[in-house]
């Protein structure tokens, strides 16, 4: 982005006074320029489709499903960038914001630079978050992928687990079915489950994708 580039701006709110102080606030800017404003969830996607603005400032409480109307903007009209600007101090509501597509996020009462510097950084594609707390949301950020990845990782049951880390010791299917006290036709069985779980095409590639869904696992948790 040219740093001397035009910035259109919406803005949502629906405090008369909020809306009148953001209007005044970025009107003292020479570059940016409102071109809309609205005071409800519904009003904001209209604007959005009608003016598409670079960036739309929203207020969460505003009537409406605001975070609908957030993801509904980023699925539609992904030219235009959407900065929270709100007084809901809380980590979910950062998350879930983010979550809808929203790359900026900034609380009310924060110093105005802060407004500008996310403005900025959400049109150079990145994101920003209130300093306030950005560590705690970045961790709970981080936290939820470690989850996610934890999630996705293949479960395998007590016997598979068994049965696998006979495997990794290079055992073959009779040994195996003699430690575990099971006929070797089961351990097939549980091959055969094994290798469609792990997408594999032999014992070999068996343990080599149980070695790594075990790192996925052990990673997700750190």
Known sequence: MNQNSLITLAVADDHPVLLAGMISLFSSSA??????????ADASMELVKTLAPDVIVMDLSMPGDVFRTIAQIVATAPQTKVVVFTAYCSIDSALKALDAGATGFVLKGSPSSELFEAIDMVMSGQMFVTREYASQVMNGLRDRARKQALNEAI?????????VGHLMQARTNREIAAELRISEKTVKHYMTGLMAKLKARNRVEVVIAARQNQDSETAARR
């Open 31 to 40: 570059r940016h320029k409102i071109i809309g404003q609205a005071d409800c």
């Open 155 to 163: 479960k395998l049951n007590v016997r598979e687990q068994q049965i």
